[in-house]
């Protein structure tokens, strides 16, 4: 493989779900929320959507989604990481977007949008 290894992330949504700020054994802090993204192109009349966990580490981004309320608009941008976690079943793992940005986003002033 030659080049440089690229993980960004650019979305713009609604917040479906918002968290609150929780804090891990290892003392850091997260709030996580969640954002809906309206997939592109699919040409069958539906609305299709992917719902994106956005992890928000950094005091900056925790504050501004400490802000934020179901169907605000939004841009995140940042990297995608995978989280290893222990549940009742055993280790377990998901994707999510850790964001290093994330503001209101203009609405696009359509019926859904």
């Known amino acids: ?3 440089t290894d690229v993980n960004e992330v650019h979305l713009v949504g609604r ?3 918002v968290g609150e ?3 891990l054994p290892s003392g850091d802090l997260v709030h996580s929320l969640r954002v809906t993204v309206r997939r592109v192109g699919r040409g069958n009349g539906r609305t299709v959507v992917d719902a994106v966990d956005v992890a928000c580490w950094s005091a900056a981004t925790r504050r501004v989604a400490g ?3 179901v169907q605000d608009r939004v841009e995140v941008t940042g990297a995608l990481r995978r989280r290893f976690f222990r549940t009742g079943g055993g280790a377990a793992s998901r994707y999510e977007v850790e964001a290093h940005r994330i503001r209101r986003a203009p609405s696009t002033g ?3 949008g």
Do not use: N
Request: a neutral charge; hydrophobic letters at 40%; glycine letters at 14%.
């Open 1 to 3: 493989m030659s080049g």
């Open 15 to 17: 917040v479906t779900a």
């Open 110 to 112: 359509g019926p859904s």
């Open 67 to 69: 802000r934020l309320v």
């Open 21 to 23: 700020v929780t804090e």
